[in-house]
């Protein structure tokens, strides 16, 4: 741990930008328990909250704390079920969260559906959010039920998947093995939209990488059910590809993000990917409110080997090093599984966890927040006194 050094000038003020303890605490509540704990442990300088996210899950609550509006509206839910999800709107730029429509926090608790769940509902999302003048789309792609390759947000759309009998296919992935005939005419023309993938995810979409194979076991699909899930992806891209008038992208980074639905925003719709925590702190102006910090707190659940892929607080950390490389970043977190030397090489200072004060890991989560405000005021008394 590389404490400040005792003739260091007192630091004045804070910023706080942690991910959601997934689990927990969304991330706005993270960063509140953090401020309330440095508070009390008698910080009186300022403390600036930005709650971030990657892409995945509270994508849309970071937004919105960063000044978008939250707009809420109806949509089909992975299983068909009727939902009211949301997005973030602001000056004609809207954050649509997939995992608002088709994610797995909307089924049943224990229960899955591989084979027939639909991203549907992220095309009702993209259509509302273009027709309230939003020209740019940031879509983030993490925390899916779904394995149909974005076929359902096809659909929804206004395209057409139908088998050799002209029939509509059903929803998800395990019917478009059936798939004969891909009708586009009645797409819905989003051609003045520009798109935004943002995904921490560089998975394609087939093969032992691809969606099926790698995200489709923690979505409930059987070895059984991937090989059938596979089966219906490569006939999807053959035909979605044959269909279109540009490269194929099947293979390409992030292809593979939320059962394939990357795949289709990156052929249909044009989308570019950036890493979801890149795009969210631009999003939120974090340079700016940078200005004049001392240190910066970052965080998420579980700081681990995930983390060093570019997850959120390696997101920060790199937004703070391309701003004042001299700057300190720490991390806070649910449980830590890396070494300090990991730490260090991913340009974390220091790094806190709830399991340090407290063992018990069910205690941890369930006590989250006054936990973490005790580990607040640890922070203070080593970075603030």
């Known amino acids: 741990m590389n404490l400040p050094s005792s003739e260091a000038l007192p630091i004045r003020k804070v910023l706080l930008a942690p991910d959601k303890f997934k689990g927990s605490l969304p991330a706005a509540e993270v960063a509140a328990r953090l401020s309330a704990g440095l508070v009390r442990a008698g910080f009186d300088g300022e403390i600036v909250s ?47 969260e997939a995992a608002q ?21 992220v095309g009702d999302l993209i259509r509302a ?48 093995s059936r798939l004969a005939a891909l009708d586009l005419s009645g797409l819905a023309d989003l051609s003045a939209v520009e798109f935004q993938l943002a995904s921490d995810v560089d998975n394609p979409l087939l093969g032992p990488s691809g969606a099926a194979a790698v995200y489709g076991p923690q979505k409930g699909a059987s070895p059984q059910d991937v090989t ?43 989308a570019r ?42 997101g920060v950390v790199r937004a703070v090093a391309a701003h004042d490389p001299g700057l300190p970043v720490i991390a806070v977190s649910g449980r830590r599984e890396l070494t300090a030397d990991e730490l260090h090489g991913a340009g974390i200072a220091a790094a806190y966890a709830l399991t340090d004060i407290e063992p018990d890991l069910a205690r941890c989560i369930a006590d989250a927040g006054p936990l973490l405000e005790r580990l607040a005021r640890q922070v203070a008394t080593d970075w603030l006194g």
């Open 228 to 270: 059938v899930l596979e089966a219906g992806l490569t006939r999807w891209a053959d035909v979605a590809e044959a269909a279109v008038q540009r490269a194929p992208v099947r293979d390409a980074p992030g292809a593979g993000a939320a059962g394939g639905l990357g795949f289709a925003a990156l052929l249909f719709l044009g």
């Open 101 to 121: 429509a088709c994610g797995l926090a909307l089924l049943p608790p224990g229960e899955f559906a591989p084979r027939t769940a639909t991203t549907r509902g």
């Open 129 to 176: 959010a273009a027709g309230l003048g939003a020209t740019r789309i940031v879509l983030g792609v993490g925390g899916s039920a779904t394995t149909d390759g974005g076929a359902g947000l096809l659909q929804a759309l206004g395209a057409r998947l139908t088998d050799a009998a002209g029939e509509e296919l059903p929803p998800g992935g395990a019917t478009l």
């Open 273 to 314: 990917m950036r890493p979801g925590i890149e795009l969210l702190l631009e999003l939120a102006s974090f340079g700016a409110r940078l200005n004049g910090a001392g240190l910066v707190i970052t965080g998420e659940g579980s700081l681990d080997q995930q983390t060093l892929r570019g997850k959120a607080p390696v």
């Open 50 to 96: 930005v709650p971030v996210a990657d892409g995945g899950d509270g994508t849309v609550d970071a937004a919105v704390a960063a000044g978008f509006k939250r707009v809420d509206v109806p949509a089909t839910g992975p299983t068909g079920q009727p939902v009211t999800a949301s997005f973030a709107l602001r000056d004609g730029v809207a954050v649509i």
